[in-house]
């Protein structure tokens, strides 16, 4: 899954999720004119909370003690 978003002055605005980058990135271009021409945005792929925990541990950078 994905999500994109758009920041344009002091408002953030979290669109989606999509199935894919493309999808979001299609959603994007008829989103865009909208905003300002100073508007950033960016594309990011959902993380399962599990999959990174699982991810973090081998690397010794998550311990099983931290809060």
């Given at each position: 899954?994905?999500l994109l978003t758009i920041r344009d002055g002091l408002q953030t605005r979290h669109v989606?999720?999509?199935?894919?980058?493309?999808?979001?990135?299609?959603?994007?271009?008829?989103?865009?004119?909208?905003?300002?021409?100073?508007?950033?945005?960016?594309?990011?792929?959902?993380?399962?909370?599990?999959?990174?925990?699982?991810?973090?541990?081998?690397?010794?950078?998550?311990?099983?003690?931290?809060?």
């Amino acid at each position: 899954m994905y999500l994109l978003t758009i920041r344009d002055g002091l408002q953030t605005r979290h669109v989606g999720p999509y199935q894919s980058p493309k999808q979001a990135a299609d959603d994007l271009d008829r989103l865009l004119p909208l905003c300002s021409d100073r508007a950033r945005w960016q594309i990011h792929a959902l993380e399962a909370p599990e999959d990174l925990l699982a991810s973090l541990r081998p690397s010794g950078r998550l311990s099983s003690t931290a809060a």
